[in-house]
């Protein structure tokens, strides 16, 4: 007659039994399907947040020399800006795309780069504008305006400025 | 030159860093190779397939999102996954208040006051074998206190070293020793009151046709 098992092998017998039983398991496959619409709701979160990043440092680079320009931009400045927007009829439109000129920005970086359907028109902007901004304006030009580009929102709100070859 | 297969570390590595990359093909690889034992960890550890599937769900979502601070350099990925199904559970059990905390979780509950949990709200649990010796064994499982469960589910049914174990647990070597021994003691007394006994099972039939 064999004796009985010990308690270990008692416990690794019944263990293994579980074990053997078990071991077919596996998730649900709802699980996996549900994985797979996260992941690719995921990856348009993760793409949208790349478009924004790269329109974003785009901006950036095109305010880079500008910045120090934007900063002192007061809230006043853009109002008056604000003003002066009227899209300037006839003029070639080729211009606008061609300008190397940087940016000035008129609102925040982020909010430039938030706003899904900007525009560009070319205006004109009074040069004693450019005054209020911190540049030196010559008397006698001051109440000249000048050629620019000017990238306005949806609702036509000004977002940046840029002088275009005059 | 023949190129070295990655090692089972590597290999999840490498997935986990082309899922992130956008790979939707190592998620379902990444699923593949981790699903089965952490569904199974968390249908022992909870008693609910229903709850199992929430956790392994959760883990995946997490994965997906690059939630999880995985360090490599602390172990394998299986390893840190089960885990992180321990500590979805446990924050399950806390908010539906399933256990009390008592005198055990202050120190390791190897004190004379140790209490023992039963989770009346649970039992009795959905059946999901259907052998009926499984299913002892199970419901038997369940009734040990959470703690002590972990190891031993961890060790006898997921073969982990102590030390990946005490790494899941957040507990030192001695303490995974002293719960597993706890723990296997309070299962084969639970089986005996249950009438499986450590009396050797007699030879399948189709073993006793040979020896004729």
Redesign the interface.
């Known amino acids: 007659m064999k004796p009985n098992l010990s308690d270990d092998q008692f416990l690794k017998r019944e263990l293994d039994h579980l074990n053997a039983k078990m071991i077919s398991i596996t998730a649900p496959p709802t699980v996996e399907t549900a994985l797979l619409k996260a992941f690719a709701c995921q990856q348009k979160i993760t793409n949208a947040a790349q478009h924004k990043r790269t329109t974003f440092g785009k901006i950036a680079e095109w305010f880079a020399p500008g910045v120090a320009i934007a900063a002192s931009v007061s809230m006043s400045v853009w109002m008056l800006l604000s003003l002066s927007l009227d899209p300037v009829q006839g003029l070639p439109t080729d211009s606008i795309g061609n300008n190397d000129a940087p940016f000035i920005a008129l609102q925040s970086l982020e909010q430039i780069a938030l706003e899904p359907n900007p525009r560009l028109i070319e205006t004109q902007v009074p040069k004693m504008m450019l005054a209020s901004m911190g540049l030196s304006v010559s008397p006698e030009t001051a109440n000249e305006s000048l050629r620019a580009e000017m990238l306005v929102s949806a609702t036509g709100q000004p977002l940046a400025l840029r002088f275009s070859p005059q | 030159m023949t190129e070295m297969p990655l090692s089972d570390a590597n290999l999840d590595l490498e997935l986990l860093k082309q899922l992130r990359g ?1 790979n ?1 093909t190592a ?2 690889a990444l ?1 593949a190779r981790h ?2 034992p ?3 960890f968390a ?2 550890r909870s008693g609910s ?1 229903s709850i ?2 929430d956790v ?2 959760d883990i ?2 997490a994965l ?2 690059n939630r999880f601070n995985f360090d490599p350099m602390r172990g394998a990925l299986s390893s840190f996954l089960f885990g992180v199904a321990r500590n979805f559970i446990l924050k399950r059990e806390e908010a539906e208040r399933r256990f009390l905390p008592i005198d055990f979780l202050q120190g390791d509950g190897d004190d004379a006051h140790e209490m023992e949990f039963v989770d009346t709200r649970v039992l009795p649990l959905e059946k ?4 009926d ?2 299913e002892t ?2 419901h038997a499982l369940a009734k040990i206190a959470p703690h002590y469960r972990d190891v031993l589910i961890l060790y ?2 997921q073969d982990l070293t102590y030390v990946e174990i005490a790494n899941i647990c957040d507990i030192d070597i001695g303490t995974v020793r002293s719960r597993l021994s706890r723990a ?2 309070k ?2 007394s639970l ?1 005996k009151t249950k009438g ?6 007699p030879p399948s039939q189709s073993s006793r046709e040979k020896n004729l």
Not at chain 2, 128 to 131: H, S, Y
């Open positions: 956008g939707r998620l379902t699923y699903q089965a952490l569904y199974r249908i022992l397939t199992a599937a392994v769900q995946f979502v997906i999102e999901i074998l259907a052998d010796r499984a064994l199970r006898e049914m296997r003691a299962l084969i089986l499986i006994t450590n009396v050797e099972q």
